[in-house]
């Protein structure tokens, strides 16, 4: 019995840890004909001039300078139309994109325009008008008002999106090893400031391929695991391991594609917060989440044509650049849609334009869009939710303001 | 809040509890006082422990085992040396599974009541001891015993006379199976000559003194190493500690007295006969009570006095504590003929203890401690995520891989592969804070107190989400250090 060795003992603790026996009957392929729904909460405030540069607006290449991009840039970007093109980085996107399953949306917003990161992720995640505006999440509404419907939150905290009456269960990989190189920016000055610590942070961020991540990195460098955590992976090598986001989008899409597998769920990442060397930030973040949809495509195929992904933010970025060569908390942003249910391969939204006076308080892209606007144009038409039920329970006092139509293959 | 009270608050949570829990307030109001409160009772924790197997029933499972294998052994006619019948196997593999679900209960309870006790400066304590009398479970045979020894034998004495907790620890089967005692002979024993009879003339099976516990308590556990002690010294604690040992002395050998009703066995018949002169004092044959009697003495010799003193000290105050707290603390251990509350006493009364620029760098085990009682994370149910965070950053509960036990210095913990590792404990703790109400800018307040500067109360009002601002609470500068 001394063979109860630390092996062992770790065995036995982490049996199941990781697999996928949280639902029944997932193995077998999945035969029903109940669609499914996936929301992916990017928080920090995606750039989405950035991730879906408006090339052909005649104040875009000005305002962006360095940060611009366009389908004849060095590293070229995807042409979507005469408007606009997608990030480099977005290639599975872009695949899709050309099969008509991929939908940017551009210029929408949450009804706040405050630009402060909790608020507003507050009011895109409880679906009211206003920050604190319910203490229950819009997507769990939706799934108690689905009939039968369980959900799945893949998170270590149930996320505010998810709070409610309905059933949800949470799920999570046991450690994510990378590390958000947003973090790695705010922590940079503090260590600078401690004697004791700092050549020790300085030579962990270049050791980990992070070194100059602060100043110049390329786009697809550093990515990190999120092994379990007795795997002696070194964690953050540049390039060698897949990032955080796709493993859990693999997850979700597993978890989803399963005959009983949830309907409705959540996904959650941060990191987008781009003050500053954006360029570089979201080059490796762009490049995540572009293996994430591939991630969730590859895990899900079987539900995939019943499928419809929202990747959604808080707000977007201001329209000209900052002195750090990054941007600063904006209002109306971009959203993607992906799935085999999305009727894509266009842009979607109301391009405000970025000439001064079209700007909101002169800096922002102005939101034409509320986004719940868009959810319900999915829940109602995707997810067969009534009118009423949306106007009242999921996004409570909305009545005035329509589903989005359009967006959904017939 | 006058200032100095806030920082005397923020050292008394960090520097001598286990870091702040939101809604902690008693030690706002009078830290000294707080301190001073822990120190007279037993730590909280009593009914996070009830129920698990005590250290003699975890032997008897073990002896139990023997006499079953070695039953289908018989049965199954497997000659010494063999290999063990798939019967034995799945025997074998049923015990392992149940010790196994034990020892997570044993980690899960160490994790919960680091996460919840109301008396953090006294589970410090506990934590100070189990690493001064360090068992590594690298041992294979010490591996089911190093848990219990913290709750039968530290916790019970950490408020209490050094001696009793000096004892309790080395009659311990933790202890006397990681340092070889079970299986110390002397020479002269009736054991031995037994040995020597059967042998008949044939090179007897080598069996004889094992010094390793003596030296260690020497060394590491009483006088502290250059205190004077000479190899003489320890030869003869180690005969005085012949016969020191419990009813399972090692896998596979069972001792006739293994029914006799406790985790720890003196075994007449290996003891060495004869009086014992240690440091010049002579120790007559008393059997058991003779080692006894030189822990007593130990216990309270100035040596020990100073070199307990000079541990506790830098694990409280500096990596170079001030020479005179430590003298101060010596003599009050002396003058209260080894109460160690006197001496605790003397530490947290020295205004040393509690200057403001004094600061001891975060163990991983204080780290992650100080994470889950900062952000309110709960500890659930599989202490497998907290044991391989500790792994991952270097200080694995309870296998120090030397009975030196873990480093207490900070240039031993500060490493460019630890302080990335730390940021990525940082948020996956984080990411793990409850969120509903959350205020991370107030809780960072709450947590560092007057050591929240402005950058870094920037960094945290800046992140973009709630889990990453406690992240950055959780890997800044300032949480690293015990201030």
């Known amino acids: 019995m001394t063979k109860v060795t630390r092996r062992r003992f770790l065995g036995t603790l982490g049996a199941g840890a990781a697999t996928l026996t949280l639902w029944p009957g997932i193995s077998a392929a999945a035969t ?146 990378q590390v958000n190189p947003i973090l790695l920016q705010r922590l940079e000055p503090l260590y600078g400031e401690d004697p004791q610590l700092a050549a020790a942070f300085a030579n962990a961020l270049q050791s980990q391929g992070q070194g100059e991540s602060m100043n110049d990195m390329q786009s697809g460098g550093a990515a990190g695991s999120n092994d379990a955590m007795e795997q002696n992976v070194p964690a953050g090598k540049a390039g060698t391991l897949p990032g955080r986001l796709p493993a859990l989008m693999k997850a979700a899409g597993s978890f989803m594609a399963g005959a009983d597998g949830p309907r409705v769920g959540f996904v959650e990442d941060y990191g987008w917060d781009t003050h500053a060397n954006e360029a570089a930030i979201l080059g490796r ?126 | 809040m006058a200032a100095d009270q806030s920082y005397a608050a923020a050292t008394a949570a960090n520097r001598f509890g286990l870091g702040i829990r939101p809604g902690e307030n008693a030690v706002l109001n009078d830290p000294a006082l707080w301190l001073a409160a822990q120190l007279r009772a037993a730590p909280d924790g009593a009914r996070t422990f009830d129920g698990l197997p005590t250290s003699f029933d975890y032997m008897q499972r073990e002896v139990e085992f023997y006499r079953r294998r070695n039953q289908r052994k018989g049965a199954a006619g497997v000659k010494k040396g063999a290999a063990e019948p798939s019967q034995v196997n799945a025997l074998r593999e049923s015990y392992q599974e149940a010790f196994g679900a034990d020892l997570r209960r044993e980690y899960l309870a160490r994790w919960t009541i680091a996460a919840d006790t109301g008396t953090p400066f006294a589970e410090r304590l506990v934590r100070f001891w189990s690493n001064h009398f360090a068992v590594s479970t690298d041992k294979l045979r010490a591996r089911l015993y190093a848990l219990p020894m913290e709750r039968e034998a530290i916790r019970p004495h950490v408020n209490g006379r050094f001696f009793d907790l000096l004892l309790a620890v080395q009659t311990h089967p933790a202890m006397l199976r990681y340092l070889d005692q079970g299986q110390s002979i002397g020479p002269d024993s009736r054991a031995a000559r037994r040995v020597a009879e059967r042998a008949d003339g044939a090179p007897a099976r080598k069996r004889g003194l094992n010094e390793n516990l003596a030296r260690e308590i020497l060394e590491l556990h009483t006088l502290g190493a250059d205190s004077g002690y000479t190899q003489a010294d320890v030869t003869e604690f180690a005969r005085a500690l012949t016969g020191w040992s419990m009813p399972v002395v090692a896998p596979q050998r069972l001792d006739p007295g293994a029914a006799s009703g406790g985790a720890f066995l003196y075994r007449e018949a290996a003891h060495e006969p004869g009086v014992r002169t240690i440091l010049g004092q002579r120790y007559s044959d008393d059997g058991q009570d003779q080692a006894r009697a030189i822990l007593a003495d130990l216990a309270v010799h100035p040596a020990t006095a100073r070199h307990l003193a000079g541990q506790l000290a830098r694990h409280f105050i500096a990596d170079q504590p001030p020479p005179p707290v430590v003298q101060r603390m010596a003599q009050a251990y002396l003058d209260s003929h080894g109460e160690l509350t006197a001496m605790y006493q003397a530490l947290i009364h020295s205004p040393e203890a509690w200057a403001p620029q004094g600061r001891k760098f975060r163990t991983p085990q204080d780290f992650i401690i100080a994470g889950i009682r900062g952000g309110d994370v709960a500890v659930g149910t599989n202490p497998r995520l907290w044991e391989g965070l500790l792994m991952r950053l270097g200080q694995p509960t309870f296998q120090p891989h030397s009975p030196a036990g873990f480093t207490d210095v900070a240039s031993d913990w500060i490493a460019p592969d630890a302080i990335w590792k730390r940021v990525q404990v940082a948020q996956a703790l984080g990411e793990r804070v409850p969120r509903t109400d959350l205020d991370a800018l107030a809780r960072a307040t709450a947590v560092l107190g007057p050591h929240l500067d402005a950058p870094t109360r920037q960094a945290i009002a800046r992140a973009e989400a709630p889990g990453q601002a406690m992240a950055t609470l959780f890997a800044c500068p300032a949480f690293q250090w015990r201030i």
């Open chain 1, 285 to 410: 973040k762009l490049k995540e989440l572009d293996d994430a949809f591939a991630a969730f495509h590859g895990a899900a195929v079987a539900v995939w044509p019943k499928t419809v992904i929202v990747a959604v933010t808080e707000f977007g970025r201001t329209a000209a650049i900052n002195g750090t060569n990054g941007t600063d908390h904006g209002t109306g942003g971009a959203m993607f849609l992906a799935g085999g249910a999305v009727r894509g391969g266009r842009v979607g939204g109301k391009w405000p334009g970025m000439a001064a006076n079209q700007l909101f308080e002169q800096r922002d892209i102005r939101a034409t869009t509320d986004l719940r606007a868009i959810f319900k144009g999915i829940l109602t038409g995707h997810m067969g939710l009534g009118e009423a039920v949306l106007a009242q329970n999921v996004f409570p006092n909305s009545g005035a303001l329509a589903p989005f139509d359009g967006l959904l293959r017939a």
């Open chain 1, 32 to 177: 029903g004909s109940e669609t499914r729904l996936l929301v992916l909460l990017l928080r920090g405030g995606l750039d989405g001039l950035h991730a879906v540069p408006p090339y052909g607006d005649p104040d875009y290449a000005r305002l962006r300078g360095p940060l611009a991009l366009a389908p004849d840039s060095a590293q070229p970007a995807s042409k979507l139309d005469g408007t606009f093109a997608l990030h480099p980085a977005l290639a599975f996107a872009a695949q899709l994109f050309g099969r008509g399953e991929f939908m940017p949306l551009v210029a929408v917003a949450p009804p706040y325009w405050g630009r402060s990161h909790f608020d507003a992720q507050d009011c895109v995640e409880n679906g009211t008008a206003t920050p604190y505006g319910a203490q229950t999440g819009w997507l769990n509404r939706a799934a108690a008002a689905l009939a039968g419907a369980d959900g799945l939150a893949i998170a270590n905290v149930m996320p505010l999106m998810m709070r409610g009456p309905a059933n949800i269960q949470t799920w999570s990989p046991p450690l994510p090893m």
